[in-house]
């Protein structure tokens, strides 16, 4: 199995014991998120530092806040890591609302720009902003891979497979109110189906309350592959496919 998004710098204990437990439960690959310039920094130090990492390196919607040109450099800088597999993640964000949302909108378009110009997967946070993130998608995202990153939109799920977005599902899947989530993870075609922590939040259900990280990644998929109604190996064969098609690992 594949964590397709963690925030391993925010986890705890350090990465090297959160690697070794993933590892020990199967899991293969982590992808670890920068949000920022501290946090990806940090990201690109641990994708140097443990083979089974690698980064993904954007601005996350809530540190958006006068985003420019230079900004935009950094992060394409930061692209240029061998082990940066997508940049992200980046989106819209209203719910917490920590930044301007025309700064929100315009660090949104850049890294879908830049995404383009790399040829590197984009990586979307949307929550309490669904009209104008998929608005934004429809306008500035044609010919990209996009991974909708802890997939919180069921009622558009197919818009998202009409426009080929892959559909990443967190650990809040397997809660037991959330029949919409699982009737989604259920229906989504198997080429379009990714898996997630985005630990430390966000712990499935067997461990919900506790700290998540990316060793649980196995505990959404075994739920996924029941709702599925296939085992967990053959859900894991065609996660781990289609992130290594996505990601090019």
């Known amino acids: 199995m594949v964590d397709t998004h963690c925030h391993l710098d925010l986890c705890d204990p350090a990465a090297d014991a959160l690697v070794e437990r993933a590892r020990s439960a199967g899991v293969t690959r ?3 998120v920068g949000t920022d310039p501290g946090s990806t920094a940090r ?7 443990h083979d089974e990492v690698v980064a993904i390196v954007g601005r996350h919607p809530s540190s958006a806040t006068g985003l420019d040109a230079t900004d935009v450099e950094a992060i394409e800088v930061a692209a240029g890591h061998p082990q940066v ?3 992200g993640e980046t989106g819209l964000d209203y719910y917490r609302d920590r930044a301007p949302h025309a700064d ?3 660090a949104f378009e850049a890294q879908l720009d830049l995404a383009r110009r790399l ?8 929550r309490a902003a669904e009209e104008d993130t998929f608005a934004v998608l429809r306008d500035r995202a044609g010919g990209l891979t996009v991974i909708l990153h802890c997939f919180s939109t069921p009622e558009r799920l197919d818009e998202c497979v009409e426009r080929g977005y892959l559909c990443s599902f967190a650990g809040n899947s397997t809660y037991p109110k959330a029949a919409d989530l699982q009737a989604a993870a259920r229906d989504v075609p198997e080429d379009l189906l990714l898996v997630e922590t985005d630990s430390p ?3 499935p259900q067997p461990v919900r309350g506790q700290p998540n990280e990316p060793a649980n990644v196995v505990r959404t998929a075994e739920h996924i592959a ?8 053959t859900l894991e064969a065609a996660v781990e496919r289609n992130a290594a098609r996505v990601f090019g690992w």
């Open 119 to 126: 040829g590197l997967p984009a990586v979307i946070h949307t």
């Open 30 to 32: 982590l992808a670890t």
């Open 226 to 233: 029941g709702l599925r109604g296939v085992d967990y190996v």
């Open 43 to 49: 990201a690109l130090a641990l994708a140097e530092a």
């Open 104 to 106: 929100q909108r315009r």
């Open 201 to 203: 939040f966000l712990s």
């Open 85 to 87: 597999r997508a940049i």
